[in-house]
Every structure is written in structure tokens, then in C-alpha cells.
């Protein structure tokens, strides 16, 4: 986007669709094709050659034996449930949502002119250990916002403002939650247009500021993006901060790489990515299983010539290093936005979800782990959602804040895509509703926003997927530029008064000792019915916000599943058994998972 909320360049995306790369002429005289890319019912299988999210292939079209196994699912659901609501929901549905957003208290918009057009994030984390996420909400020019969750399980979502200067800072874009000094109290790096800050956390919702303290030098730049990973052994994380475009707007900034001393108790001078390309989500993230977490860096072309998405090399001891062509990165431009990582075709290597401006990408190793050559499969997994659904606009849409999680608890992960016009672009939809594709048996995704009742059309940005109310049912929390947040309750197959779960699930804690207590850079295996769904414990990636706490897992009619973790330095342990509907935390060394109860 550019000052004045005009878009300079549209006519490109239509061959980045089909070239899915951003080499060749960077003006093309194509014509603008967003009104002959429905996509064709034809188009959503998966390949046959890779592994679909289930192990069991299945037709799209019902044929006899297909209908025989539905039947016996429903009946197998309708069993289970028992006596609850007889509301026909199968187990596959889009779960719907009930709008608590008055009954939660939470008043909070993200405000600001054109340096708040982006940015708007969300930290949703425990910060009084009461097991239940609390939220920490961007607000542009206006303060940031801490609220204490108060909610009962499987209540209404109630919460209440924690206010302090420490966190009400003015000029944040967004914010991500982790244990810097791994002492198990949950800390946060903010991102700000101005200097950023690390508030380390002292317990019962209140921070201080630890910048200095660590070290670190929070700059002056424009921040829109962050990630974290504990290289080698570590005492501290290496950071990853994401800059947009330089303070006087003549171009993007470089983004810095922090790595810490090697007393191990503060930061040395940041690194600088060069070149940036005004970045808007980063990620660490083991894509090849190497034990090497390498930084995925998606950039908005919008002010870029020569730029691309980019991938960088971090090994420990060793200056951070841009993958590029002679690697087999492809360079790719799109409107980069946001990211999601997270394996669905469950050969254990994670996909990647990008949002852009019009078709978002979901990308898949094109030959396995060896070289990061990535193809897009958005088109065949259906999760292009490159216009809206609903609401009557046909111009493309802006896609902000993208997650995987499982939403209907069915065992198949699910993606929610935030969405809203930058500020008044023409030439993309006004009335942009937020997406909620829900996760199919083969590999697909469907749009489930309007079953949901999740369908709005204030500008989203951040957002979260997140247990607010400890009942099992991941909730929805999105924050909107110059409109409230919304927070939507999940509430299953049932309705505002009687919740009714529609699948069975668990919820899993990671604890090991000192330093990276949280585990992050952990992969969790679960396997339910043969069916394993491997998922990376990382910080970063979305749109200027993430989360921390429980690991939610949708098992579908199974009452237990098989869990395993790989820990983040490489060593796997036991698979164990976790009996379905609960909060568990796993310690490393354990051979049982230990339940955990949600006090009142
Ligand atoms: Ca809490
Ligand atoms: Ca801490
Ligand atoms: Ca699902
Ligand atoms: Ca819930």
C-alpha cells in the first residue's frame, strides 16, 4: 500500500499465480484476472504422490462405501456425545462462534494514520498462572492494553484491563510472548514504531522494563515482525526483529538478527538482515528437520523493485546468510503480510502459509528436505481465498493474519486468515470478512466462516485462536483497526447458553529445565487412529502478534491419543498415552503426561 491508500501495482499478482515466482518481467502487460479465477471444483484434490492430511484417501463424490463410513462416523459422534444437545452438527462441521465481545469488557481499537496502517497484533499468553491466556492488544497510536482473563470455564469470556505504564505504551505495533531469562515467568517483546522494548515478566500480570537490562538496543525503527529460537546451549534467545519501510519512508529498513553474548547474560549489537524488504512476519523454523532453525522472512513488495520472500541461513557461531537460487530458493514477490507454518500432508516437514494481497500462497517442499524449493499448493488445498466469500465485493481481498489450529476438534487442522482493506484501496475489497477454512479428509479446506457466524467487515489485522474460557474449544480474538476487537466464543455445535462440544481434544504444556523453558523449537506428535499431526513450538510468524501456553489438539471421536515429543535439541522422547478432554503438562524426562486443573 502506499501513502495515500492507493495501490500502485495490481496487474502483477495475476502471474504470480501462475508462476508462483517473482522472476521474469516485474511489470508483465497482463490483464487483471481476478474475475476468471474461481476455482474449479476439478482442482481440489491433492496430489496423489504426497501424503494427504489422512491416511485414508478418500473421493470427493460420496460413493457407497464413503457414505457407509459417514454414517458410521455420525453414529459414532452421536453415540459419544450421548445425552447432549440433539443439534445435528457432525463432527466435520465449522464449529460457531457467539460474539462476547460486550460481555468480555474489552474495549480496544487499533488506531493510528498511515504508519499504523500495518501492524495491530495480539499476544495471547498467561501472565498470572492461572492457566488461562490473558491478552495483550496493540493499539497504534493509542495506548496498548493488558487484560486479565476472568473467565470461567466454559463461560462467557469476561476479562479485565491490567493498566500500567510499563504496558500502555503508546506507538506498538504488536507484540510476542516468551520466556527471555527462562525463569517461568512469560515475557514480552514489543514491536513499535520507535524504540522496542522487552518486558520481562514478575508474576501476577506485571512487568518491568528489561531492555537495558539485557542489553539490548531497541533502535528507532519502524518494527512489524518478530521471532525467537535458543541457538546451540544458549542462556538466552536469539531475536529476530522485522523492520518495514525506514523512518523517512524513502525505503525499507534491515531488519536485525540479536544474538547474546557469549557470557550469556545480555545481547550484543544487533546484526543487520541486509538487504530488508519491508517485512511484515518472520519465523524460525526447522523446515528441513535439520535441528537448524532458519528464518523465514515474508515481505511486502509494495515497496520493493528487486526484492523477494526470503529465507536466511542461521547457523550457530556463524554470520546469518540469505538462502538464494544457487540453493534453490526461488525468489518469490507477493504482498507479504503474515505467516503460518505447520505440516498438513503429513510427511512431518511443515508447509507455509503466506497471506498477501489477493491469492495467498501455501507452500510445500517440491523435492523433500535436501534444498528449501518450495511449490504452491493454495490452489489445490482451496486456501487461496483471494476475494470474499460474502458480502457482495468482487475486488480482491488483503489477507493479514493467518492460523493453524483445529477449530472443530475434528483431528484435521483448520486455517483462520484475517482480513481488511489497508485503509481505502480501491482497488481491493471494502467488505473483506475474515476466513475460516475448515480442514477436510482430503486435504482440502472449506470455507466455514458463515456457518461459524464469525462474518464481519470491520479491517481486521491480528488475531489469535486461543482457549479463553478452558473448555476445550479453541476461541477467536481479532483485533480491528479504528473498530473494537471482537471476541468470539466457541461454542462447539451448541449455542451461547449450552456449549456443546463436537469432537474430543487435549491440550499439552511443555516444561524442561533452564534455559528455553517452554520448549521452543519442540515438535509435537500426535496420533489418534494411526493419523499422526506433527506441529512445531515456535515464536513468531502472524501478523505482529502470537502466543504461548497450551499446545490444543483436535482428536476428533477418539478418547485418547499417542503423544511425543522431539525436544528442541533433537532428543525424542517416549510416545504416551493422554486420555482425551484434558489440560496435561509433559516434562521432559517424563514417561506420563501430568494432568493440570483449571482452579476457579
Ligand atoms: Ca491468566
Ligand atoms: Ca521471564
Ligand atoms: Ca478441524
Ligand atoms: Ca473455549
Request: aromatic residues 8%; glycine residues 12%; negative net charge.
Amino acid at each position: 500500500m502506499d501513502e495515500d491508500g492507493l495501490d500502485i501495482d495490481d496487474s502483477m499478482e495475476a502471474v504470480e499465480v501462475y508462476v508462483n515466482s517473482g522472476r521474469g518481467p516485474r511489470c508483465p502487460a497482463v490483464t487483471r484476472r481476478w474475475f476468471n479465477r474461481f476455482m474449479p471444483d476439478e482442482s481440489a484434490s491433492i496430489d496423489p504422490d504426497r501424503p494427504a492430511q489422512t491416511r485414508t484417501p478418500r473421493s470427493r463424490w460420496l460413493t457407497a462405501g464413503a457414505l457407509v463410513v459417514v454414517l458410521a462416523v455420525v453414529a459414532a459422534v452421536a453415540a459419544w456425545r450421548g445425552g447432549r444437545s440433539s443439534s445435528a452438527a457432525d463432527i466435520g462441521d465449522a464449529p460457531r462462534f457467539v460474539d462476547d465481545t460486550s460481555a468480555s469488557s474489552i474495549e480496544h481499537s487499533y488506531d493510528g494514520a498511515y504508519e499504523h496502517f500495518v501492524g495491530g497484533g495480539v499476544a495471547a499468553f498467561d501472565c498470572d498462572a492461572d492457566g488461562r491466556p490473558d491478552l495483550y492488544l496493540a493499539g497504534g497510536t493509542e495506548p496498548a492494553a493488558l487484560y486479565r482473563n476472568r473467565s470461567e470455564v466454559g463461560g462467557e469470556l469476561s476479562f479485565e484491563q491490567v493498566a500500567s505504564p510499563v504496558t500502555d505504551l503508546t506507538a506498538v505495533t504488536g507484540a510476542y510472548p516468551l520466556d527471555v531469562d527462562s525463569d517461568g515467568l512469560m515475557d514480552l517483546a514489543v514491536l513499535r514504531r520507535g524504540s522496542n522494548v522487552v518486558l520481562r515478566g514478575l508474576g501476577d500480570c506485571r512487568f518491568e522494563d528489561a531492555t537495558g537490562q539485557l542489553g539490548l538496543d531497541g533502535g528507532d525503527d519502524w518494527t512489524t515482525a518478530f521471532s525467537a529460537t535458543w541457538e546451540g546451549t544458549n542462556l538466552l534467545p536469539t531475536l529476530a526483529f522485522g523492520s518495514y519501510r525506514t523512518l523517512d519512508e524513502d525505503g525499507c529498513g534491515d531488519s536485525r538478527l540479536v544474538r547474546p553474548t557469549s557470557a550469556g547474560d545480555a545481547y550484543e549489537a544487533p546484526i543487520a538482515l541486509t538487504p530488508g524488504y519491508c517485512t511484515l512476519s518472520m519465523l524460525f523454523s526447522d523446515w528441513n528437520r535439520s535441528g537448524r532453525r532458519d528464518l523465514r522472512v515474508s515481505n511486502d513488495r509494495n515497496y520493493y523493485i528487486d526484492g523477494r520472500e526470503q529465507l536466511w541461513h542461521v547457523a550457530e557461531g556463524e554470520p546469518p546468510r540469505e538462502y538464494t537460487e544457487a540453493d534453490g530458493w526461488r525468489p518469490m514477490q507477493i504482498w507479504g503480510m503474515g505467516i503460518a507454518s505447520q505440516d498438513l500432508t503429513g510427511d512431518g516437514y511443515p508447509e507455509v502459509f503466506l497471506s498477501s494481497q489477493g491469492d495467498n500462497k501455501l507452500q510445500t517442499l517440491e523435492t523433500g528436505p535436501d534444498v528449501p524449493t518450495y511449490k504452491d499448493m493454495a490452489l489445490k488445498a482451496g486456501v487461496t481465498a483471494q476475494r470474499p466469500y460474502t458480502g457482495g465485493d468482487v475486488l480482491p481481498s488483503t489477507a493479514w493474519h493467518p492460523e493453524f489450529e483445529d477449530v472443530n476438534n475434528d483431528g484435521l487442522v483448520d486455517l483462520f486468515i484475517s482480513k481488511g482493506n489497508v485503509e481505502a484501496q480501491p482497488d481491493y475489497a471494502t467488505r473483506d470478512p475474515s476466513n475460516l477454512l475448515i480442514g477436510q479428509p482430503d486435504g482440502t479446506f472449506v470455507e466455514g466462516a458463515e456457518a461459524a457466524g464469525i462474518v464481519g467487515y470491520d479491517r481486521a489485522r491480528g488475531a489469535s485462536l486461543v482457549d479463553l474460557n478452558l473448555d476445550g474449544m479453541l476461541d477467536l480474538v481479532v483485533v480491528h483497526r479504528e473498530a473494537n476487537v471482537s471476541l468470539w466464543r466457541n461454542v462447539g455445535s451448541g449455542d451461547a447458553q449450552n456449549p456443546a462440544p463436537v469432537g474430543h481434544w487435549i491440550a499439552i504444556r511443555l516444561e524442561q529445565p533452564a534455559p528455553n523453558v517452554d520448549a521452543v523449537g519442540a515438535w509435537v506428535e500426535v496420533e489418534v487412529n494411526e493419523r499422526t499431526v506433527a506441529r512445531e513450538v515456535t515464536v513468531g510468524a502472524g501478523h505482529a502478534g502470537g502466543k504461548s501456553g497450551w499446545l490444543h489438539a483436535g482428536l476428533g471421536e477418539a478418547d485418547q491419543a499417542e503423544v511425543r515429543i522431539q525436544w528442541p535439541d533433537g532428543e525424542t522422547g517416549p510416545w504416551i498415552t493422554v486420555g482425551a478432554d484434558q489440560f496435561v503438562t509433559i516434562d521432559r524426562g517424563a514417561t506420563e503426561a501430568t494432568p493440570w486443573l483449571p482452579g476457579e
